[in-house]
């Protein structure tokens, strides 16, 4: 039978992964981030349990009140507590960029895996699509898709998977042309293997680090864009603690009460960047020098 | 040319290379000696991981930017210390004193300069001479190195030219400055074996006319001796043999050198198994103590495994490290 | 007389290329008229230069790339125009081997996923016990430890990645191994232990090799017949001893005087050949060795050689002999 592994004091053995955990351990800019990124999905989840106040507690003793004891980010124009929603608003920009950009990183993987291996008219339709796409700017994009669909938190989801969509694609294509000359490719062809089982044994496993990189980065990208939707008044309605919603009641008021719209914004900010900072963390990480 | 045989054109002495990575220090060169009689061509050969390449580099000066340096050793050209000048000083000797000869042509020409430019420019780097002057300077060379219709070949691209033509504009480049010597890192592996022997045949025929000092680095034990003069056979960043050629090839000291000599395919020699040697290279994180050829060594004693052994001399400068020939020992001595 | 085990008849490969936007359709004739036959148990090798077609001619077997013309028998089955599904039955029967030991291994698979993965396509062994075991023995057969399987390819050096590769081919019990440059990448020592290897499994399982490889030497130390390519078609085909004794085609001669011995002190009667191969875009008119060829003659320039039967294991492609 096959040995467990063993300690061979001749070769340091070691899995692709535990290639990428060390190099990964050096990027501490990263590891920061990644912390930060944890502690908020662990606040999406706890969020409703733990917050002091409710989301809809209006206090109208205390409206528009500075940051104090009693409310860390201070009050809004109907006494509710910011701290409550902004921490509350966690779970729902959190979910509307997971559930986008994960639509869009298997939807664009499909493409790119189909487009690029197998060529032809196929190809081309489907990087039509994405170049069309790719040449509106995004936010245009997502805002002439809600208005056609109308608006609603659901609607800016769909629109921003859409607008994520041809990134993946390409990048996925254009790995998929890389490798499907590869020898070792060419090697499972001549044992006889189906397109498909090279496609997701062979092909995609390859992709999979751009792919990661890219996803952590789109989260970011798709949270501002759905904030932006929502400051817009075009995503989520009141009163829903969406931060973009935050940002865009607090318009009125940014010269007497600026807390009202810092804080949140500082969460769209502190959000976004530890995303893109963890992307590139990993990026340097998954560097495809996975060898000597 | 026979008269200045026994001047040493070049002797390295204790060359030290090593890579320091983010994963450990790897000793490429770890003591090598290496002595190039003027005149003479001197194959260093070894196989991947001895360090033969990182050799030529280190005496070009060309790490920078890797994660190499010399850290030890004394490279003496033509009775000038070089080990410790500057990098602006290696600049000048490159081209103009040593020149190079890498193995992939395509890579090492210049893909968007025409070969008459590329000439020139290294004559123009180092010699005071008009553009004319280098023009001229350049045709000859080209013409020396038997390429067709030189004229054209100014003019043209190195895409434009076949795999055997762009290794001759590399070979006219290193020696278009009179170097004092040439080194050529696997300038056949890549081509044809036909166009190898054509090469081989040039750089022979370059050698009676020039005469140019040349070392030259190949894992091809055939290319040697086609045109070597002596050799040196290098293993795990050590020279574990060296000496002229005929010696070496027909009465090999090192187990190592008897081993390649064993194991490759001869034309007409029909064997049922060929011999070989056991075992890999070693990897350069863990090398093993004393000699580094041990491990697969069918002649091991115990203290090969615990101690480097020293050189040995045989006649005619042949000399060769391995405790076989230590009668103290337990060697049989020479 | 010998069971053939690999037919191929007037196999051609041309690809199309367009010169310019509006140029006309050219074509690369990779493999122009190849009729060969490969007999049971013998190993048959190709040589030749860049440009010649012999590995191309090897993708065409396996029908990685499909051919232009021509036919593909194996046994007696004619599997020219088979479609994927029904090329895993031959695939089942005839396997590769590929040069560069450092590409031809999914870097992100285990040794033990790379070699159970033929067993997998063709359905041989779903037991998770009986794939270890497969794999082990397999692992064995080539020389390397039973532990090496749980490891990746980026531990281990190119001589082992070779034999691994070997492993993987061998899972299905192949007849035939195509094998294309398989030692090329190796260092010389290394060589030689793969070298042995494959003479070794050849006895030990019956199997019938196609050897491409440039090394003559190489070539002359493991295979029974030699057939010698250039730019496409075969100009010599014969037994070893003959071909490599007495060459008879200038190509070969030119070929054989070309390797480099190591021998400081034999004597070399080389016989260099002018210029460079020719474009296979553009290949001259007659005998496409014309051009180089030391004994060109009128004829030669128009009219490509016939093939002449020197004897029964020896034939040549040229106007000399015909």
Redesign the interface.
Known sequence: ??????K?????????FSEFTRKFKKQKTAIVAGGFILLLCVIAIIAYQIVPYGINEYDYSSILKGPSAAHWFGTDEFGRDIFSRVLCGTRISLSVGLVSVTTAAVTGTLLGLIGGYYGGWIDSIIMRICDTLLAFPGLILAIGIVAILGPGLYNVVIAVAIFGIPNFARLVRSTTLQLKN???V??????????S?ILFR?IL??AVPNIIVQYTMSIGSSILTASSLSFLGMGASPPTPEWGLLLSNGRNYMLTAMHVTIFPGLAIFMTVLSFNLLGDGLRDALDPK??? | MAEHKEKNILEIKNLCTYFFTDSGTIKSVDGVDITLKEGSTLGIVGESGSGKSVTALSIMGLLMGTTGKVVDGKIILDGDDISHITPEQQRKLRGNQIAMIFQEPMTSLNPVMKIGNQIMEVILLHQKVTKAQARQMTLEILKKTDIPRAERIMDEYPFQLSGGQRQRVMIAMGLVCNPKILIADEPTTALDVTIQAQILDLMNHLKKTIGTSTIFVTHNLGVVAEICDEVAVMYCGRVVEAGDVYRIFAEPKHPYTKGLLASIPKLGEHVERLDCIPGNVPNPKFMPAGCKFAPRCAEAMDICHEKEPEFYEFENGHKSKCWLYDKKEGGVGR | MKKVLLHMDHLKLYYPVRKGVFGKIKYVKAVDDVSLDIYEGEVFGIVGESGCGKSTLGKVICKLIPPTAGELHYEDEDYTGYSQKQMIKIRKNMQMIFQDPYASLNPRMSIRDIIAEPLHIHSLASDPKEIDRRVVSLLQKVGLDTYHANRYPHEFSGGQRQRIGIARALAVEPKLIIADEPVSALDVSIQSQVLNLLNDLKKDLALTYLFISHDLSVVEHICDRVGVMYLGDFVEVGDKYSLYSEPKHPYTKALLSAVPVPDPTAKRERVILEGSIPSALNPPTGCKFHTRCPNCMERCKNETPKRTMLSDTHVVYCHLYD
């Open positions: 039978m096959i040995k467990k592994k063993q061979d004091q001749n070769t340091d053995f070691s899995t692709p590869s020898v070792y060419m090697a499972a062809r001549s044992l006889g293997a189906t397109d089982r062979y496993p390859g996975l060898n000597e």
